[in-house]
């Protein structure tokens, strides 16, 4: 994709400092970071969501996302990690190429989590069948 940041990130014609990269995934730092060493995991080839990545590339983001998480907290001495991935704009995806979100975490950060709200009466019996109907004909 030729106007895609990230494609063009893969193909080196923008300058990032990557951290991780192998012959699927290039990972990179996050230019607006939560926390230092945030850090944005993607596949090279251009999915624009998680849904249309294929099955076998899930395997190697995964363990890529491993890696890095497992540095962000043995080595740099972090306490716990977000990983963070949306899907579509609505969902606050910016650039719409799949990437994963690997953000470092101290409890003192002041990063919040987002608000949660609870079902209302039989809604959660409803939307697990039908998620679990649905799970069943794919």
């Known amino acids: 994709m030729t106007d895609c940041l990230f494609c063009k990130i893969i ?11 192998d012959d699927d995934v290039l990972a990179i730092l996050d230019i607006n970071p939560v926390n230092p060493g945030h850090t944005l995991v993607m596949p090279k080839q251009h999915y624009e969501d998680f849904m249309s990545l294929p099955d076998e590339t899930c395997l190697p983001i995964s363990k890529a996302i491993k890696k890095i998480m497992r540095v962000v907290k043995e080595e740099l001495g972090y306490e716990g990690v977000n990983l963070i991935q949306s899907n579509g704009t609505v969902a606050g995806q910016v650039i719409l190429h799949l990437h994963f979100h690997v953000i470092p975490r101290q409890i003192s950060d002041g990063y919040t ?9 039989g809604e959660k ?3 697990g ?4 109907e649905a799970i069943e004909n794919i």
Do not use: C
């Open 113 to 121: 989590h987002w608000h949660g709200h609870e079902y209302g009466d």
């Open 125 to 127: 019996s409803i939307m």
């Open 11 to 21: 193909a080196k014609t923008i300058p990032a400092e990557i951290v991780y990269e």
């Open 129 to 132: 069948a039908k998620i679990r």
